[in-house]
């Protein structure tokens, strides 16, 4: 059984920094699809970051440059860095994986979510 559990989520003053982690566990080896989601009151749920099968790296226009996702194999944990936080980061971060996605960045291709954790960013 596939299980993502999260962490890392908090308050900070913009400007600030977090690191959101996902472990992630129940699937045979490392090859797999993750990404990072976030949802916003009111709002739909968008892609933010996403590591494909292949290692290639995908990043919403409005966090590339200050977002980073990262996944370390050994310990079967995704991360998300944030630096530079800005108010309209506020939201609800989810991380997801599947074994495989069409496209990465689109949150209907994922099968396996993890819990969420809360991010807000104070201005």
């Known amino acids: 059984q596939v299980q993502l559990v999260e962490s890392g989520g908090g308050s900070v003053q913009a400007g600030g920094s977090l690191r959101l982690s996902c472990a992630v566990s129940?699937?045979?080896?490392?090859?797999?699809?993750v990404g990072w989601f976030r949802q916003a009151p009111g709002k739909e749920r968008e892609g933010v970051a996403a590591?494909?099968?292949?290692?290639?790296?995908r990043y919403a226009d409005s966090v590339k440059g200050r977002f980073t996702i990262s996944k370390d194999n050994a310990k079967n944990t995704l991360y998300l860095r944030m630096n530079s936080l800005k108010p309209e980061d506020t939201a609800m971060y989810y991380c997801?994986?599947?074994?495989?996605?069409?496209?990465?960045?689109?949150?209907?291709?994922?099968?396996?979510w993890g819990q969420g954790t809360q991010v807000t960013v104070s201005s």
């Open positions: 997801a994986a599947d074994l495989w996605t069409e496209d990465s960045m689109q949150a209907t291709e994922y099968n396996h």
């Open positions: 129940g699937f045979p080896d490392s090859r797999y699809c």
């Open positions: 590591l494909d099968r292949d290692g290639s790296i």
